[in-house]
């Protein structure tokens, strides 16, 4: 599995959603209502789908 990330407003950053999924689960998934208190500015980010970037090897944090 890869990890889901979103990329931070703020500082521009990829911060972890906590979600692990590959990209056909991406395409098929529907994210709603969900929030990150975002570890990087300390804001809370909404986040869905599309916003999605997969971590697949490992590269970033
Ligand atoms: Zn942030």
């Known amino acids: 599995m890869s990890r889901?990330?979103?990329r931070c407003?703020?500082?521009g950053r990829m911060i972890y959603t906590g979600v692990n999924l590959e990209w056909d689960e991406v395409a098929a998934?529907?994210?709603v209502g969900e929030q990150l208190a975002?570890?990087?500015c300390?804001?809370?980010h909404a986040w869905n789908?599309?916003?999605i970037e997969l971590d697949e090897d490992g590269?970033?944090?």
């Open 4 to 6: 889901a990330m979103i």
């Open 9 to 11: 407003p703020e500082s």
């Open 29 to 31: 998934s529907r994210f």
């Open 38 to 40: 975002c570890p990087r």
């Open 42 to 44: 300390g804001a809370t």
């Open 49 to 51: 789908e599309n916003d």
């Open 59 to 61: 590269c970033g944090d």
